[in-house]
T-cell receptor, first 111, second 116 residues
Framework: NAGVTQTPKFQVLKTGQSMTLQCAQD?????MSWYRQDPGMGLRLIHYSVGAGITDQGEVPNGYNVSRSTTEDFPLRLLSAAPSQTSVYFC??????????FGSGTRLTVV | AQTVTQSQPEMSVQEAETVTLSCTYD???????LFWYKQPPSRQMILVIRQEAYKQQNATENRFSVNFQKAAKSFSLKISDSQLGDAAMYFCAYKGRTSGTYKYIFGTGTRLKVLA
């Protein structure tokens, strides 16, 4: 099925650990993004990419890294997890004026 | 900078009735897109409806329609004949160009409760 595949769905990390959230889309979308969703704050943009090899920071980039080596994949790396990074993370992709297609989200808890 | 404001944190509607969710935005651009997304308890984000700013006609999708007032920078969502399955968080979103790059901006959401 065409869409955005996001893994894992749930993850518990200890403070200081690192991990990578995976995101892949098979719709040949140029635009991909990572958001975090916290209660009462909507979705906040972490990083985004307008094509392979091109990434840029969003509203809350600190503590996260991204890369875009292919059109399909856009992984998000947490460098040293902190409790403040406990959140639900969404990957999304789109093409020009079409709305986002979202992944199913990752619930991350940092203890 | 562009902003999106949803001033109603929570709304309730009786089943089969009509409800309108409000959204205002701020931008200096003339070419942009507006969206409403639904997030049910499953957490999946679902595109409900979209509106191109250059189109004067309001978008409709079955029971969902928008009232797009470009001059007032208002983009409300009307849900007719509300159903229990409409209960969800609803997010208004703006997509426009900033420094040559498209950026999406989301509002903080409105939680819709549907009463049987």
């Amino acid at each position: 099925n065409a869409g955005v595949t996001q893994t894992p769905k749930f993850q518990v990390l200890k403070t200081g650990q690192s991990m990578t959230l995976q995101c892949a889309q098979d719709m040949n979308h140029e635009y991909m993004s990572w958001y975090r969703q916290d209660p009462g704050m909507g979705l906040r943009l972490i990083h985004y990419s307008v094509g392979a090899g091109i990434t840029d920071q969003g509203e809350v980039p600190n503590g996260y890294n991204v890369s875009r080596s292919t059109t399909e994949d856009f992984p998000l790396r947490l460098l040293s997890a902190a409790p403040s990074q406990t959140s639900v993370y969404f990957c999304a992709s789109s093409y020009l004026g079409v709305g986002y297609t979202f992944g199913s989200g990752t619930r991350l808890t940092v203890v | 900078a562009q902003t999106v404001t949803q001033s109603q944190p929570e709304m309730s509607v009786q089943e089969a009735e009509t409800v309108t969710l409000s959204c205002t935005y701020d931008t200096s651009e003339s070419d942009y897109y507006l969206f409403w997304y639904k997030q049910p308890p499953s957490r999946q984000m679902i595109l409900v409806i979209r509106q191109e700013a250059y189109k004067q006609q309001n978008a409709t999708e079955n029971r969902f329609s928008v009232n797009f007032q470009k001059a007032a920078k208002s983009f409300s969502l009307k849900i007719s004949d509300s159903q229990l399955g409409d209960a969800a968080m609803y997010f208004c979103a703006y997509k426009g160009r900033t420094s040559g790059t498209y950026k999406y901006i989301f509002g903080t959401g409105t939680r819709l409760k549907v009463l049987a």
